[in-house]
């Protein structure tokens, strides 16, 4: 019934190893795909401006470190200030009059220039001890950020984007930039869902299982790591001079803390490490879970005249934003993906759930 | 050159440092037996201000009372912590556990807060203000004391890890597997290592915040607190108060003589350069013990 | 195991589907005035907003059981944003289409990412005490309304407190300037940095790391300078450290100052007895005197319509929130006056906040004029001093070193015309 697999048969390789190899998911695709390009005339400003834009921002983002953590498996606690340098680069280069469309790819490479510095750590060690090291050079980079004004701004630390063209239309109102956020996300999931059948995606999987095991199957671990990071640097600076332009508009150190590292990290882990379907559900849960459930407090307090003290009410999205990762964690360590892919599972063979597969 | 500032950085360093490393004991507790590093350890001392406070200024009890009572109630929310939610994760990659730890983090910080008003708390527990003057040198009493009371501290978890218990505590950390199969109870060891740990994480979280009051932002202890655990190995507690020392010192000098270099505020980036710098040269710390891998 | 999974997924798509009913519309029938008032509850504003948001909601509530102010009742949305920026942009969003002509984020990072939108969007946005201080220039950021004195007066009001004090010159001195290294602590450097020339003292700046929690180094530093007067500038946390540590450090604290973050919970956390001397810059009255406060208490917290703990009403930043809350009532008064049938937009509102004049809110505030140019209302303000039970004023409402604060002002609102449009 859904997802048929019957009456699909490969005759030439090239159909069997197409990404979608089922009708039924191509055309699901296609649905979202559509459904996404007609946004902005179907639904309110408030929902593009306020729920699509970001979503599809930092899904990006998060492709980018699923990138490093689920497939090459080097833990990264520092996506937050990449994502900053490559902001920080963009935004001066746009006001040095530079197109956005170059500015956007040098601030994706000095990302991965000094990401590649983060990943040089990456080197000589690994597990909690590169998680610190990253962390720790988040530290420095957002120290080094807010205290040079040249970078961060003057008196009042703030850097304004001047208006910009992309391709020749000016990035104005929800629309244009919607669509520029948009075109960057589908890159990035092209980009991701072909990246793992590459000779290079496979490396990067066998680092994940034992590095040690990889170097002795050939695979060059110091070249790979590096490649790893690099990779995902230049999608995180990108993606940072993206969110710049199309959603801060005035960017300050303050944006690109640990908080939003933190942030990323989340998002991959509840929607699933290693998935491409995952940070989609993920971003959607981590930045909607606590908007909604804030929203839902005050339609109660409204309608129903539930009170409950402001602080308590104030303070409960960020308890559920813990909640969700430790619930994840515990319950479905493979995230929303593995939910989706359970789902899909089930329906594969629905309604006869004991035929042989 | 300013020498009796000098001195009289230096002097507070040590004190300071030993307070940050009260809270890097909990995370050496917890990484020597189960081989996690506790990212919560910094919201987990901001529990136990605030529970300490809570029993004092709310539940009415005296603050000689009320920090005992805190310190035994965070035991066993350690141990809770271990039980319910850490042992689950057992078998699973490091960056699931480095996770979990973050996210029971922001949990405590939204929960504690929530529950018990966000604004700024008192927390007494009757250490005089008044300015302390040895010859031109002036001594802060508050880290004076609260560095004593670490210190003493740290020494009784090294005796620990001398008594009976500490043994099994210092077989576990060895050898899982062997421990298991001589009949040592692994899983009970783990549990007091993390609700000794909270109680750590307590007593700095008390010190602290009769400090500055309690808030979340007790939870910030945390990157200091990594920073000590880092440079003296994350298995070692005599690294612990060695690097606790180095840490205060060099980043009391660094707001002395760096801040007024670089414009800024240098303390917290000190930390982080001192966490690059060790991982750079000495992964294993100052202390800590190699790992041999095996394929 | 299964079964926990299924409750689990169960219990998280019901939390997901539930909230996305719309909000009630409560006044539907009446001539409403919509405010949207996110605020940073939980995340670095802490300090603050419980209390300023508990001013503000029980003044509306006030108005509105009055009858409304002009034929209008205020509707106030309040939601926390955690300082985070797309939580504060969805809110931002979610007003402007339930029809908010009014948003007071009390963030500078979330202002500062704001201003963009609302001066495109034409809604308010409301900066006190936090945003761009370069924001008191109306005529480049018509829609962005700090209302309040910015961090630039309140230097400049302290440095004229310190000269009143010393009898009418600071040659000589020296005032140290201790702050907290964000771009918040640093926003006074200018405005001292001009006044040292122009008076002749000697300013010594020493940073602290942010939040502030621990200050052990810095102080003794502070003391070894041996200041005359010193300047204390941060927030929340911060602010009570530095005063403890001024104090373990012995300074004399009636020589000691900040900006009009100091409230009573601070001097709860530093001990009270302690702390008395010390200065603070006052923007509005403070305590339940004012006529406002005595009425809130009777008409709202006497009968149990308070938005919060009583003990709260009538604290530094309960006030400040009332001090808001009456500016943007009489801003609706005046938009109403000029256009009794609205309808009700961000320029029908801003056409009466900029049309604020002589506005005192029945002695709650100094005299407050808004004008198309001047958004900060007439720089008034004025020292008062903790007395180990109250802050008592220590002069009148008075005004200074406005030159010097407005060409700051005119220097980063040409730079943002600049690289803006």
Request: glycine letters at 12%; aromatic letters at 10%.
């Amino acid at each position: 019934m859904f997802y048929r697999r019957a009456g699909i048969r490969h005759t030439r390789y090239q159909d069997e190893r197409q990404l979608f190899p089922l009708r039924f998911d191509r055309g699901l695709i296609l649905v979202v795909l559509a459904l996404l390009l007609a946004a902005p005339f179907l639904f309110d400003r408030l929902y593009v401006s306020g729920y699509l834009l970001p979503w599809l921002i930092w899904t990006s983002a998060a492709l980018g470190l699923n990138l490093l953590m689920g497939w090459a498996g080097q833990i990264h606690l520092g996506y937050g200030a990449v994502m900053g340098i490559g902001a920080y680069g963009s935004v001066h280069l746009v006001r040095f009059g530079v197109p956005l469309e170059i500015a956007m790819i040098v601030g994706g490479l000095l990302s991965a220039g000094i990401g590649t510095v983060f990943g040089a750590a990456a080197l000589r060690m690994k597990g909690i001890y590169l998680a610190m090291a990253t962390l720790a050079m988040q530290y420095v980079v957002d120290f080094v950020i807010s205290h040079s004004s040249a970078i961060s701004g003057g008196t009042l630390a703030t850097l304004q984007v001047p208006p910009v063209r992309f391709l020749g239309i000016p990035l104005a109102g929800e629309v244009p930039t919607y669509y520029l956020a948009l075109a960057v996300c589908f890159v990035v999931t092209l980009f991701m869902l072909n990246v793992r059948r590459t000779s290079f995606g496979r490396a990067l999987a066998a680092l994940r299982e034992k590095d040690y095991a990889a170097q002795i199957l050939g695979i060059s671990t110091f070249r790979y790591k590096l490649l790893a990071f690099w990779v995902s640097s230049f999608i995180g600076g990108a993606v940072g001079a993206v969110l710049a332009v199309t959603y801060l508009r005035a960017i300050s150190p303050d944006q690109f803390h640990i908080e939003l590292s933190i942030q990323i990290l989340a998002m991959i882990i509840v929607g699933g490490l290693g998935s491409v379907l995952g940070p989609f559900f993920g971003t959607a849960l981590i930045l909607f879970a606590p908007i909604l459930l804030n929203n839902l407090l005050g339609f109660g307090a409204n309608a129903f005249g539930v009170e409950m003290p402001i602080d308590l009410r104030a303070h409960l999205p960020l308890v559920a934003y813990g909640a969700l990762v430790i619930g994840f964690l515990l319950y479905e360590p493979l995230g929303l993906a593995k939910i989706y892919a359970n789902f899909r599972n089930y329906l594969l063979v629905w309604p006869f759930r004991h035929a042989q597969r | 050159m300013d020498w009796i500032l000098l001195a009289e950085l230096s002097a507070n360093g040590v004190f300071v440092g030993l307070m940050y490393a009260l809270v890097s004991l909990g995370i050496v507790l917890i990484y020597k037996t189960s081989g996690i590093a506790n990212l919560a350890q910094g919201a987990v001392a901001m529990t136990g201000g605030y529970v300490a406070w809570a029993l004092g200024a709310r539940a009415g009890l005296p603050i000689w009372l009320a920090v005992p009572a805190a310190l035994a109630g965070m035991f066993v929310f350690g141990l809770l912590m271990e039980r319910l939610a850490l042992r689950r994760m057992i078998g699973q990659p490091i960056i699931m556990t480095i996770m979990l730890t973050l996210g029971v983090e922001i949990m405590l910080r939204g929960l504690l807060p929530g529950i018990f008003g966000a604004s700024v708390k008192r927390l007494d527990i009757g250490i005089p203000q008044d300015p302390l003057f040895l010859g031109d040198l002036l001594i802060n009493r508050a880290t004076l004391i609260g560095g004593s009371i670490s210190l003493a501290l740290i020494v009784l978890s090294l005796l620990f890890f001398n008594s009976r218990f500490g043994v099994v505590m210092r077989a576990v950390a060895d050898d899982q597997t062997a421990s298991w199969s001589v009949g040592i109870r692994v899983e009970r060891a783990v549990g007091v290592a993390w609700g000794l740990s909270a109680v750590a994480a307590t007593a700095a979280g008390v010190l602290w915040g009769s400090n500055q009051g309690v808030d979340w932002s007790l939870s910030l202890l945390l990157i200091k607190a990594l920073a000590i655990a880092i440079l003296g190995g994350l298995d070692s507690i005599p690294g612990v108060l060695v690097a606790g020392v180095i840490v205060g010192v060099a980043e009391s000098l660094a707001t002395g003589v760096l801040d007024p270099l670089v414009g800024g505020g240098s303390r917290d980036v000190v930390a982080a350069v001192i966490i690059l710098v060790t991982l750079l040269l000495k992964p294993h710390g100052l202390f800590g013990r190699h790992h041999i891998e095996r394929v | 195991m299964s079964m926990d999974r299924r409750s689990f997924i169960a219990a998280g798509s019901a939390g997901l589907v539930a909230p996305f009913a719309g909000p009630a519309q409560v006044f539907a029938q009446e001539k409403i005035v919509r405010f949207t008032l996110a605020q940073d509850f939980t995340r670095i504003y802490t300090f603050v907003t419980s209390e300023y948001s508990q001013g503000q909601r029980d003044y509306f509530t006030l108005i509105n059981d009055r009858g409304g102010v002009g034929g209008y009742k205020i509707v106030a949305d309040v939601t926390d944003h955690a300082n985070d920026l797309p939580r504060a942009i969805e809110a931002y969003e979610r007003g402007k289409r339930e029809g908010a002509v009014l948003v007071d984020p009390l963030s500078t990072p979330v202002a500062r990412a704001l201003v963009p939108r609302a001066l495109e969007d034409k809604v308010n946005m409301i900066t006190a005490y936090s945003g761009r201080s370069d924001a008191a220039d109306g005529s480049t950021f018509p829609y962005v309304l700090p209302l309040s004195i910015n961090y630039w007066t309140q230097a400049g009001l302290i440095i004229e407190h310190f000269k009143k004090v010393e009898k009418g010159s600071l040659k000589g001195k020296k005032i140290v300037f201790v702050h907290i290294d964000t771009p918040f602590g640093k926003e006074p450097l200018p405005i001292l940095n001009v006044l040292a020339k122009k008076e002749g003292y000697e300013l010594a700046v020493f940073p602290y790391t942010p939040p502030g929690n621990d200050q052990s180094a810095i102080w003794p530093q502070v003391r070894r300078a041996r200041p005359d007067f010193v300047i204390f500038w941060g927030a929340g946390v911060g602010q009570t450290v530095a005063l403890t540590e001024a104090l373990r450090n012995g300074l004399p604290m009636d020589r000691v100052s900040s900006s009009v973050w100091l409230s009573e919970s601070d001097m709860d956390v530093v001990g009270r007895e302690q702390a008395k001397g010390v200065m603070k810059v006052e923007p509005c009255v403070g305590g339940r005197e004012p006529k406002v406060i005595k009425d809130i208490v009777a008409e709202v917290v006497g009968k149990g319509k308070g938005a919060g703990p009583e003990n709260k009403v009538g604290t530094a930043y309960y006030n400040y929130g009332v001090q808001m809350a009456t500016l943007m009532v009489e801003g609706v008064r005046k938009a109403a006056e000029k256009a009794p049938n609205g309808p009700v937009t961000g320029p029908w509102l801003n056409e009466g906040l900029r049309s604020i004049s002589n506005f005192t809110a029945e002695g709650l505030l100094p005299s407050t004029t808004i004008t198309k140019d001047d958004h900060q209302g007439g720089g008034m303000g004025r020292i008062a001093r903790w007395d180990g039970a109250k802050f008592v004023p220590i002069s009148d409402w008075f005004s200074a070193n406005q030159d010097v604060v407005w060409e700051e002002i005119r220097k980063n609102s040409e730079e943002f015309k600049k690289s803006g449009k």
